[in-house]
């Protein structure tokens, strides 16, 4: 939820929730004393800070409404926590300063409450190697490190044990941590209708993974039945290592992408693809970049028939109104007006950052566009 709060609060908003302020007092005789009071704060927000691991918002800006602790124009940061109510207003003022509730704020506010019930981590990877493991979810929206298990196994030595019971141990935290992130019902041996079903892959150089999906079953069949629910979801594919890079390899992969065939995530990144293929062969039917995608889209080429605009959702969070309304125009006229799709990558899956190497902005053309057809619109 913080994640779609972030991309959906902007500059000069307006936004009310409950805090938590130290207030000073002083006493007639001198003294003071300060004391933690919770108020109903509302302020013209002017920054944010987001950390996605730990899904912790940061919403600073001045304080427009006075109360008895505190002054309208008094700077305060908002923590946005989960299941923390809030209000957000956007406003469109006389001089032209606010983008209001645009169409992209709206389809964003309407992703973040999801009505359907269809946002959740849709995969799971455990990238591991020896003694290393990042626990990974994969979300209609982002994918995000929730945990990392690190510790030392010893080196395999002929004729010694060492290493065999720190790999064990290493199998047993890291599983541990697993469950604890899935939110897993040990107690569970039958699986439940309201429980999720989604690909956990396994993934790393040589046999780390098969052995944890090993020992895995080790364990289903001894001391915790419940986790042959989990067994069936579990994949063992190859990853160059453990580190966290190597998960983009990993989705990148025949097998995989297999897996997650029906996920959002792979069908932004079968979009990508197609793109990609589309310049490879030089057929003037996909274009990159800003003024490139405009031309195209002023040409009327990326409209009914084919026509798809493809756009970061980075050039949304764009602190100027004039650049922000410029994408926003540019979206509103290929979906409403030409009839063409509009597709927009999160920035945060791998998919999305290939866009931004692209500059943020692609299109597949339902006609070929050539370079002159662009240099003719800048003369």
Same mark, same amino acid.
């Given at each position: 939820?913080?994640?779609?709060?972030? *991309?959906?609060?902007?500059? *000069?908003?307006?936004?009310?929730?409950? @805090?938590?302020?130290?207030?000073?007092?002083?006493?007639?005789?001198?003294?003071?004393?300060? @004391?933690?009071?919770?108020?109903?704060?509302?302020?013209?927000?002017?920054?944010?800070?987001?950390?996605?691991?730990s899904s912790q918002l940061h919403v600073s800006g001045t304080i427009v409404n006075e109360t008895a602790h505190t002054k309208i124009g008094q700077h305060h940061t908002l923590d946005l926590e989960l299941n923390r109510n809030f209000t957000l207003e956007k406003e469109v003022g006389a001089d032209g300063e606010g983008v209001g509730w645009d169409s992209i704020a709206v389809q964003m506010l309407k992703d973040a409450v999801d009505e359907g019930g269809n946002r959740r981590a849709e995969a799971v990877a455990v990238v591991m190697q020896e003694g290393l493991a990042h626990i990974c979810f994969i979300g209609q929206f982002q994918t995000i490190l929730k945990q990392k298990v690190e510790m030392s196994v010893p080196r395999k030595r002929h004729g010694g044990g060492d290493h065999d019971k720190g790999m064990s141990k290493f199998f047993q935290v890291t599983l541990d941590t697993l469950l604890r992130q899935l939110e897993f019902n040990t107690s569970s041996v039958a699986l439940t209708s309201n429980e999720a079903v989604r690909p956990v892959l396994l993934a790393s150089p040589g046999f780390v993974a098969a052995g944890f999906q090993k020992y895995i079953q080790s364990v289903a069949s001894t001391t915790t039945p419940a986790l042959k629910r989990l067994l069936p979801s579990t994949v063992v594919v190859h990853s160059a290592s453990g580190y966290l890079h190597s998960l983009a390899e990993v989705l990148q992969s025949p097998a995989v992408k297999t897996i997650l065939a029906d996920t959002k995530y792979a069908r932004e990144t079968r979009l990508m693809d197609d793109f990609l293929e589309q310049l490879r062969k030089e057929t003037n039917k996909a274009t990159y970049g800003p003024r490139e995608v405009e031309s195209a889209v002023e040409h009327g080429a990326v409209g009914r028939g084919g026509g798809v605009l493809i756009i970061s959702n980075r050039l949304f969070r764009s602190q100027d109104v004039a650049e922000r309304k410029r994408w926003v125009s540019l979206v509103d006229r290929v979906r409403d007006v030409e009839g063409g799709e509009v597709r927009v990558l999160s920035s945060d899956h791998e998919s999305g950052r290939r866009l931004d190497g692209l500059g943020g902005i692609a299109a597949l053309l339902t006609f070929p566009i050539v370079d002159e057809d662009i240099e003719e619109d800048d003369q």
């Open positions: 939820m913080q994640w779609h709060a972030y *991309n959906l609060i902007r500059p *000069n908003d307006l936004l009310r929730a409950s @805090a938590i302020r130290r207030v000073t007092t002083t006493q007639e005789t001198g003294s003071t004393s300060s @004391a933690r009071v919770h108020l109903m704060l509302e302020i013209r927000v002017k920054s944010l800070d987001f950390d996605p691991q």
